[in-house]
């Protein structure tokens, strides 16, 4: 079956560490995406690709990075200078003007 | 200003009610539009994509664009307790394939 994998579904992350959060996706697609999710809240995009080994930052990029080195995979790493990364994080993919599929999201706990 | 707006409610209904959703946009560039339901701590899922103005029914769901007034709206007929979720709008531009979300409203069916 085709479609998005996010891992692992439940993550914690003790004060001053790094974590990266994994993101898979066999439909083929060019263009990934990463996003930010609050309690309550919309979606906020993080990095988007639209090609391999070419990414460019979205609205609330501080504290994070991504690679984009296989077009199969768009993992994110938070990193120690995020200071608030308590949420619930999205990753999904696209293809040209076609409709965006979502992986079923990484709940990120800081400890 | 966010260049996708939604009314982020909750907006409650009682079972049987037509939910009425609406987004507005800033950018004439914006020329392909979804809906996305998501259910609590789960990945949005597509309902609707709409890439001309007018109307778009799909069972109980139907989407309106109104590209002069820059104006997305969802109806949901004879709604369904399980219809209780955050439902999202997106928008592709013409060029380019960067998605950009509304900030989501949380729809409750009440019984």
């Known amino acids: 079956d085709g479609g998005i994998t996010q891992s692992p579904k439940y993550l914690f992350r003790k004060e001053g560490q790094n974590v990266t959060l994994s993101c898979e996706q066999n439909l083929n697609h060019d263009a990934m995406y990463w996003y930010r999710q609050d309690p309550g809240q919309g979606l906020r995009l993080i990095y988007y690709?639209?090609?391999?080994?070419?990414?460019q930052k979205g609205d609330i990029a501080e504290g994070y990075s991504v690679s984009r080195e296989k077009k199969e995979s768009f993992p994110l790493t938070v990193t120690s200078a995020q200071k608030n990364p308590t949420a619930f994080y999205l990753c999904?993919?696209?293809?040209?003007?076609?409709?965006?599929?979502f992986g079923q999201g990484t709940r990120l706990t800081v400890v | 200003q966010k260049e996708v707006e939604q009314d982020p409610g909750p907006l409650s209904v009682p079972e049987g009610a037509i939910v009425s959703l609406n987004c507005t946009y800033s950018?004439?560039?914006?020329?392909?539009f979804m809906w996305y339901r998501q259910y609590s701590r789960k990945g949005p899922e597509l309902l609707m994509y709409?890439?001309?103005?007018g109307n778009k029914e799909d069972g109980r769901f139907t989407a309106q664009v109104d590209k002069s007034s820059k104006y997305i709206s969802l109806f949901i007929r004879d709604s369904q307790p399980s219809d209780s979720a955050t439902y999202l709008c997106?928008?592709?531009?013409?060029?380019?394939?960067?998605?950009?979300f509304g900030g989501g409203t949380r729809v409750l069916v009440k019984p």
């Open positions: 950018n004439s560039a914006f020329q392909y």
């Open positions: 997106a928008t592709l531009k013409a060029a380019g394939n960067k998605l950009t």
């Open positions: 709409t890439y001309s103005s």
């Open positions: 690709s639209q090609i391999v080994n070419d990414f």
């Open positions: 999904a993919s696209n293809q040209g003007k076609a409709e965006a599929f």
